[in-house]
């Protein structure tokens, strides 16, 4: 342990007399946190919504009074009048509009009638985003319309009712569980994997291989030195996180606790990763040039950003070995569910496996020899 902990201690203290490391490595994932927290997620407002009224009847501006109490209340959209459904249209192509409305001729004798009336709603169907959401604020609109009838006294459709045992999660608190896994792989790819690799450029590493220190004993130095400077960037993250997105009773002592110990497993299972990518590599270029590419390998495929169920099956494949996964269901259960270790148990094995299978493969692939 003498001679582990020698490594420890010189990897360390090189860590710390880096500030400039130090700091992309904690600030950078705080900083993507804020960013992407509130970029996604958020409520779509002041869409500009062209309305071509051909009825000019009760019944339309009954209709057009709603969509104004919308843009004055919760924003959704905005509506623009126009006199010509083809100049509206135009509009829509050229990006001066979201969405059309169409309010066909005779619309009013239709509700009179109950004749089936009908408006159209033209959108702009590239941005997905944009499009669903008008869609639903039209359709909850359009049912509000309709439901302005007399209800019959005993209803005779089956009616369902919504349940939330959680309150509301804004998308940054959604986010922060990825942004905490994020941090630990930032320092784990920098202050561990590139690190490494640099030793062996400027010869550093020939140092270790004239000592009687083992295989087993110089990975696992460097992994724990590696793990502790991610473990310090992963706390870094929580405990600003937790505040910067408000997270409810973030901070019992319980749930940090529990917390901690699942960053200490994600950071084993990426630096022992790490290691094993960079055990036979010699070129400094390699690890910044894949950089990248894990990231996106690894990050997004894993829930972080988006639910894992609505991936294509390869993408479904990826996620089941993807150790982010893991850890990004681990943190999202105890930050966004306050649950125990009962329910992140199977995240835990998994990471902790992980973990001691790359590293047993990093060790047999370490060569004593330059």
């Keep these: 342990m003498n001679r582990i902990w020698a490594i420890v201690e010189r990897d360390l203290r090189r860590f710390r007399r880096s500030p400039t490391l130090m700091i992309t490595s904690i600030v950078f994932p705080i900083v993507q946190l804020i960013v992407l927290g509130y970029a996604f997620g ?3 407002k002041d869409l500009k919504v062209g309305v071509v009224d051909q009825d000019h009847g009760i019944q339309a501006v009954k209709l057009r009074e709603m969509f104004n109490a919308v843009h004055a ?40 009638a109950q004749n089936t009336p009908q408006v159209a709603l033209v959108e702009d169907n590239t941005d997905n985003f944009v499009a669903s959401t008008l869609g639903d604020a039209f359709a909850g609109l359009i049912g509000a319309f309709d439901g302005a009838k007399p209800a019959p006294r005993v209803p005779t459709q089956a009616t369902l009712s919504v349940v939330e045992i959680y309150p509301y999660v804004p998308y940054i608190q959604y986010f922060l569980a990825g942004s905490i896994v994020m941090s630990i792989f930032v320092t784990a790819m920098i202050g561990g994997g590139i690190i490494y690799i640099d030793d062996k450029a400027r010869g550093l590493h020939e140092g270790y291989l004239v000592t ?38 973030g901070y019992e002592p319980l749930r940090l606790a529990h917390m901690f110990l699942a960053i200490v497993t994600t950071a084993l299972a990426l630096i022992s990763m790490m290691f094993l990518l960079m055990v036979r590599v010699s070129d400094p270029l390699v690890p910044r040039a894949i950089f990248g590419v894990l ?26 070995v993807d150790p982010f ?18 329910a992140i148990g199977g995240d835990l094995l998994f990471l902790a496996g992980f973990a001691t299978l790359m590293m047993g493969a990093a060790t047999l692939l370490f060569k004593r020899t330059l």
């Excluded at 990050?299 to 494949?317: E, L, N, T």
């Excluded at 681990?330 to 270790?341: I, N, P, Q, R, V």
């Design 73 to 112: 209340n919760a924003r959704t959209f905005q509506t623009i009048d126009y006199l010509d459904l083809q100049q509206a249209l135009r509009d829509l192509r050229e990006g001066r509009l979201n969405g059309v409305l169409n309010i066909p001729p005779e619309f009013s004798r239709h509700v009179l």
């Design 295 to 320: 990231n996106t390998l690894l990050f997004f495929p894993s829930g972080a950003v988006y639910p894992v169920s609505g991936f294509p099956k390869w993408m479904r494949a990826i996620a089941t």
């Design 325 to 342: 996964t893991y850890a990004v269901h681990a943190f999202k259960s105890l930050l966004l569910k306050d649950t125990g270790l009962a």
């Design 42 to 44: 958020g409520k779509l």
């Design 212 to 249: 009687p220190i083992t295989k087993f004993e110089l990975i696992m130095g460097f992994n724990i030195a590696g793990a502790l400077k991610a473990v310090l960037a992963g706390v870094a993250l929580l405990l600003a996180g937790t505040a910067i997105a408000g997270i409810p009773h």
